[in-house]
């Protein structure tokens, strides 16, 4: 079963084959198929209620009206909505890759080699030409280029 997470690509259409647009159900299956069983379920509590997610650890899969739509690979799991106590960093969990070889963690220079021009879309938003998402863990401006990556995502409805 790990061969099958290492292989698991995310991207501009959707996470390994399951392509956005696919209705809730199936896509949970099938991801739960390959990813085990999820590890929340909730409404977007950011978003209007049309808005629900699935949580597989550091992957959360959004779907809007029922339809998967978007997804946010985050490095600690998505900020809880109410205050808990600061735990122990674990390892990223599952293990996603893009296309081009990058995960989080990975720098955003490393992002800039194997996707060309970033446009920057916020104060540490990078988008690349297919539309995905890159959002640095940079602690000051300039950016540097060997800040990590602590985020990789598209389609959600925002940052929540």
Not at 2 to 25: C, E, N, S, T
Not at 99 to 108: D, R
Not at 128 to 154: G, Q, T, W, Y
Request: glycine share 12%; aromatic share 8%; charged share 20%.
């Amino acid at each position: 079963m790990v061969a099958a997470l290492a292989a698991l690509a995310i991207g501009p259409h959707g996470i390994g084959g399951v392509r956005f647009g696919a209705p809730k159900a199936a896509a949970v299956a099938t991801l739960s198929a390959r990813l085990g069983a999820p590890t929340k379920r909730e409404v977007n509590p950011g978003c209007a209620p049309r808005y629900t997610e699935v949580e597989w650890g550091d992957l959360a899969v959004e779907f809007r009206s029922g339809t998967f739509s978007g997804f946010r690979y985050i490095a600690g799991g998505l900020p809880p909505t109410t205050y808990r106590a600061p735990s122990p960093p674990k390892p990223v969990s599952p293990r996603l890759v893009t296309a081009n070889g990058i995960s989080l963690g990975n720098t955003l220079a490393q992002v800039r080699s194997r996707y060309g021009r970033l446009q920057r879309i916020g104060a540490d938003m990078w988008r690349a030409s297919n539309r995905l998402v890159f959002v640095d863990s940079a602690k000051r401006d300039p950016v540097s280029s060997a800040s990590p990556i602590r985020e990789i995502k598209i389609g959600t409805c925002g940052d929540f």
